[in-house]
């Protein structure tokens, strides 16, 4: 069977980036999980950091690569759903870094899905962090 060279290509870029990807949300999911605030899902308002900069153009370059790398983790997350790898968990980890309206709301309703908090919970004890305040409504 013969395989055409730029297929082959492909599916090494392919491969190469579906590994990468998945050592990355390795790393990356518990390292964010274990640096949220124990209250995260039960705050009144959230914390704006970009009002308390004093260089503009820093907090809008920060803002940006947040929601890029965000995107970036959704994308994968929505992979990895079908393929092996945390789906679930990088889906919300993409999520929380990202802003849009409505984004407190889906958080909660994400954590109040069966396993999820308790998979979160899971990632903080192993950083040695106190579990998630269960959302309150």
Do not use: H
């Not at 914390?47 to 890029?68: D, H």
């Not at 309206?101 to 962090?129: F, I, S, T």
């Amino acid at each position: 069977m013969v395989i055409d060279p730029q297929l082959e290509t492909a599916l090494w870029w392919a491969s190469g980036l579906s590994l990468l990807g998945f050592v990355g949300t390795l790393i990356a999911v518990p390292w964010v999980v274990s640096r949220l605030p124990r209250d995260y899902f039960n705050r009144e308002q959230r914390e704006v950091w970009r009002r308390s900069t004093a260089e503009p153009w820093y907090a809008l370059l920060i803002g940006a690569l947040k929601n890029v790398l965000g995107a970036l983790l959704v994308l994968l997350g929505l992979i990895m759903l079908v393929t092996p790898g945390q789906g679930l968990l990088t889906l919300l980890v993409g999520l929380l870094l990202m802003n849009f309206p409505g984004k407190y709301q889906l958080e909660r309703w994400l954590v109040c899905r069966r396993g999820v908090l308790k998979a979160l919970d899971w990632l903080r004890k192993r950083n040695g962090q106190p579990p998630f305040e269960p959302p309150a409504f």
